[in-house]
Each structure stands twice: as structure tokens, then as C-alpha cells.
Nanobody, 122 residues
Framework: QVQLVESGGGLVQPGGSLRLSCVASGSIFGISSMAWYRQAPGKQREPVATITSGGSTNYADSVKGRFTISRDNAKNTVYLQMNSLKPQDTAVYYC????????????????WGQGTQVTVSS
């Protein structure tokens, strides 16, 4: 069984910073891409940032230049450094990872964390 557990959310003032972490644990043979998504009240879940196993990254236009995704493959952990936070960044942030749980068959499945609340408000 695989679990993804996020941490680091909270309340921050506009212009502030937060760092989210997500640790994958359990029966893991390998992890390919990892990502952060977010869902604001009344809106659909949207991708924020993705990172491949090799370290290539992609960002939503709304967070480019402010957020940085990184990962520690040895710790099965992905991070999201969020700077210059805005009220519109308020959402539940979810970790996602494509995980292979056994050597054969070669099959990657998406797993999700439970989410962590980020609130940007004065």
C-alpha cells in the first residue's frame, strides 16, 4: 500500500512564503513524475507544478517566478517552495505521484495525498 502525506500548509499574509512537503511511503518500486495540484473553493482542481524523475519542471503560468518545485529521490519526497503569495493562491494543495509498486508488470499508477490547506490573507 502506498501513502502520500503532505505537510507545511497554513495561514500566511500576502507576500509571505510557505514550503510544502510530500512524502511517499509504502510498497514503492519506483516513482516517475511528481506534482502539486490545488483546488480553490468552487473551482476545479488544477495543476500547479510538475517535476520528472530527472528534475525537469513545468509550472502553471499563474505561479511562474514565484513557486519552485523540487524533489529528493532518496527520500521519495517532493517540495513546493511558495514565495510572494497572493490571496488567489488560497486553496487546498494536493501532492500527486506516478508510482510503480512492483518490477513487473511495468505499470505506473497515480496516487494522491489528502491535501493541505494554504490560506493567504491579511
Amino acid at each position: 500500500q502506498v501513502q502520500l502525506v503532505e505537510s507545511g500548509g497554513g495561514l500566511v499574509q500576502p507576500g509571505g512564503s510557505l514550503r510544502l512537503s510530500c512524502v511517499a511511503s509504502g510498497s514503492i518500486f519506483g516513482i516517475s513524475s511528481m506534482a502539486w495540484y490545488r483546488q480553490a473553493p468552487g473551482k476545479q482542481r488544477e495543476p500547479v507544478a510538475t517535476i520528472t524523475s530527472g528534475g525537469s519542471t513545468n509550472y502553471a503560468d499563474s505561479v511562474k517566478g514565484r513557486f519552485t518545485i523540487s524533489r529528493d529521490n532518496a527520500k521519495n519526497t517532493v517540495y513546493l517552495q511558495m514565495n510572494s503569495l497572493k490571496p488567489q493562491d488560497t486553496a487546498v494543495y494536493y501532492c500527486n505521484a506516478n508510482i510503480r509498486i512492483r518490477p513487473v508488470p511495468i505499470k505506473w499508477d497515480p496516487y494522491w495525498g489528502q491535501g493541505t490547506q494554504v490560506t493567504v490573507s491579511s
